[in-house]
Nanobody, 123 residues
Framework: QVRLVESGGGLVQAGGSLRLSCAAS????????MAWFRQAPGKEREFVAG????????DYSDSVKGRFTISRDNAKNSVALQMDSLKPEDTAVYYC????????????????WGQGTQVTVSS
């Protein structure tokens, strides 16, 4: 099991940027594929972006592709989500998630979750 703590959320105007960070502790971080999910009020949680242990493979949802960038630093046990050109529809609680077996990115099957960080984009 890995413990995950997100930070970096906040309020930003449309068109602005935010950078979310997720600090991991516990088992060997490089064993995990990491991902970001989000959940807006009244909606189901959805996959946003994922990255393999080596950073060789990334995956993005169509709604954020070209605007968001996921990255990780295995030496620091951290993963980040750079969010640019933010839109009001990006408003949600963003969750960091870990999936054991770090060689592929999936949009399901994540075992460990952070507590979430709120991102609000005003129009």
């Amino acid at each position: 099991q890995v413990r995950l703590v997100e930070s970096g959320g906040g309020l930003v105007q449309a068109g602005g940027s935010l950078r979310l960070s997720c600090a991991a502790s516990g088992r060997t971080f490089s064993m995990y594929t990491m991902a970001w999910f989000r959940q807006a009020p009244g909606k189901e949680r959805e996959f946003v972006a994922g990255i393999t242990w080596s950073s060789s493979i990334t995956d993005y949802s169509d709604s954020v592709k070209g605007r968001f960038t996921i990255s990780r630093d295995n030496a620091k046990n951290s993963v980040a989500l750079q969010m640019d050109s933010l839109k009001p529809e990006d408003t949600a609680v963003y969750y960091c998630a870990a999936r054991l077996g770090g060689s592929i990115v999936t949009r399901y099957g994540y075992q460990d979750w952070g507590q979430g960080t709120q991102v609000t984009v005003s129009s």
